[in-house]
């Protein structure tokens, strides 16, 4: 078993990372400090309404806390962003934060990039219809910006980032058939990573959010950009993360909540740990592709391609599978020849013990038609840029890829 340490602070790009149990108490202190009054908390629904979860963090801001907004859903639209800012404005709030899985840490985030940006909805929509919207706020000063605090409480990988797209034109609206997104660069001042909350949280909603979170540690040493500090806490992650899951929300869990804090704190520290200088790329690039198509959650879609993944890259390049296997605990010596198989049954193995979907065919909202439409899209996808040197990937073969997950 690896150990963790009880509790930590570590200052990453600007972002205070305060990790510990029990240490949303200090959410108060924390802004004081920081000069900030009035914090108005933005979650989902269900999150709003669960007050285990939810009464440490109104102890912890004490008389700092301005008000909750729990009107966050999955599809990040824009108009819940707005609806933020408004409530800002309606209690006076000069921070936020954000509570729960990506979707409220993402609108939390992007909230703060509109507000700074000052443009309207409205102006918003007009600029995606012209083809016009590009990164918010650009040219403001970071410190324009209302300060983001997140409190994550899923595997999904997402506090530690400045980014998160927001819908600001639905399909039918757009002139491509396509949702339009918007995002802005609004790094969080802190993350509080209280293994407690996450307890909180129903294992059905953490096992769905693990494998986007795992996968950012199966990217980040294949990625052409990956360096050497990339590559050690992608692989300490990896090996606290393959580890803990299962015994956190898969069959090794024994129960409908969490039945081991060991294991939870290993989980947590590594999901924090493979967001560090993470490098997401082919796989984060067939989520995207599936995203444009349906209104799906990524992490299902990751869980049923990413061996297949795998092996297409393994099949054409190194893509640095003996560090992978590190992280996966596989010993590596002298197997040179079986290392690529031996990555893809671990995360095979690993997948179906949080009984994630394995094949794209269970997912509800695919169709086997689309696959040469998603393919196009995957390929396109930004971080295909970050794919392994050497790989030339096309349509034709993601497709094939596709054909196999399903």
């Not at 709003?48 to 004490?62: F, K, Q, S």
């Not at 609004?186 to 996450?198: G, K, Y």
Request: proline residues 6%; glycine residues 10%; charged residues 30%.
């Amino acid at each position: 078993m690896l150990p963790v340490a009880d509790d930590f602070e570590y200052e990453y790009r600007g972002c205070d990372i305060v990790y510990g149990r029990g240490c949303v108490d200090r959410l108060g202190a924390y802004l004081a400090d920081r000069g900030l009054e009035r914090a108005l908390v933005v979650c989902g629904s269900n999150v709003g309404a669960n007050d285990d979860l939810m009464e440490p963090i109104r102890d912890g801001l004490g008389d700092r806390l301005a008000g909750v907004f729990d009107g966050t859903t999955p599809d990040k639209r824009a108009e819940s962003a707005f609806e933020v800012i408004d409530a800002m404005r309606d209690r006076d709030a000069d921070a936020l934060v954000g509570v729960g899985g990506g979707s409220s840490l993402d609108i939390a985030r992007q909230a703060s990039a509109f507000a700074a940006d000052g443009r309207s909805l409205a102006d918003l929509r007009t600029a995606a219809r012209d083809g016009e919207v590009d990164s918010l706020a650009a040219d403001r000063d970071p410190d324009d910006r209302p300060p983001v605090v997140v409190i994550p409480t899923t595997f999904a990988g997402a506090d530690v980032s400045a980014g998160g797209s927001i819908e600001v034109l639905p399909a039918d609206e757009s002139p491509t058939g396509h949702p339009v997104s918007a995002r802005g660069s609004a790094m969080p001042v802190a993350d509080f990573a209280d293994p407690e909350l996450f307890e909180t949280t129903p294992t059905s909603a953490l096992a769905g959010s693990a494998m986007n979170g795992f996968d950012k540690g199966i990217e980040t040493p294949y990625a052409r950009d990956a360096d050497p500090v990339s590559d050690a806490t992608a692989v300490h992650g990896l090996r606290l993360l393959t580890d803990a899951l299962p015994r956190v929300v898969g069959d090794d869990a024994g129960g409908t909540e969490a039945s081991d804090p060991e294991a939870m704190d290993r989980a947590v520290v590594g999901s924090l740990l493979v967001q560090l200088d993470r490098k997401v790329s082919v796989v984060h690039a067939f989520g995207h592709g599936f995203a444009r198509r349906y209104d799906i959650q990524q992490g299902a879609v990751h869980a049923a391609v990413v061996p297949h993944v795998l092996r297409y890259l393994f099949s054409k390049v190194d893509a640095s599978r003996d560090l992978l296997a590190t992280g996966l605990g596989i010993d590596p010596e002298g197997r040179s020849d079986e290392v690529a198989e031996a990555v893809v049954e671990r995360v095979a193995e690993f997948r179906d013990a949080l009984g994630a979907p394995a094949r794209l065919r269970d997912l509800p909202e695919t169709q086997r038609e689309d696959l040469p439409a998603i393919a196009e899209f995957v390929v396109d996808d930004p971080p295909m840029a970050r794919a392994p040197e050497g790989l030339d990937p096309t349509a034709e073969a993601i497709e094939a890829v596709l054909r196999e997950a399903w």
